[in-house]
């Protein structure tokens, strides 16, 4: 299986249904469906050691539930080729967001990779050039020791600097109060929150992943309204 492409082996949707708008970390069935009727537009499953993290079974069946029109991404860190196909495949993934060691695998999954990065320095930006076929570059928070899920807001001048250069989801201490600010700052192609919409660890509160998505839907709406915005978000690939 190693040797097929994602496409080969996901039988998860492949077309983005509205702005790109992620809830990740997802756990349980009831906040999967609470996002996409909130009108989010991709749901995130965490299968690396995290708080957030869902065995590839629970992610089958929460999967397996959620409407067709949702992209289903696996989030996956210091893992090998082969587990990340083989879960893709089992759990109908559309996308996998590599981070860690995982990152080198992105140029293997090509259109349905989302790699990572952490910049702190404009140099850190470097590897976007080697990204350019993927799906689209995560930008997060850059922390010592955390690879991802820190909760804080990351260098949003950084984050603005990569969405000129490529097509950008940016996460990192997004939530309802400050998502449209982040998007008209940013300008990125999706944003991504996980710890904002949340009471606890892995469990989702209904009014924050409303709010989230109402907030996001509107700072896209009016970017996209600007011409300018709209030449970024067609032809930033």
Sequence with gaps: MAGLPLK???GGTSALSGPFIKACGITRLEDGLTACAAGFTAVGFVFASSPRQIDPDLARFVSSRLPQSVMRVGVFLDQEEDEVREIAAFCSLDLVQLHGRSV??????????IPSLRPRTPEDLEPLHEYRDTFAVLVDTWDPELPGGT????DWDLAADASRKARVILAGGLDPGNVAQAIARV???????SSGVESSPGIKEAHLLRAFAQEARKAF???LGNPAGLRRRIFRK
């Design 8 to 10: 080969d082996v996901c």
């Design 104 to 113: 080198h695998l992105a140029t293997r999954f090509g259109g349905r990779a």
């Design 151 to 154: 909760g804080r807001t990351g």
């Design 187 to 193: 300008r990125p192609f999706g944003v991504d929150v």
């Design 221 to 223: 709406t009016a970017e």
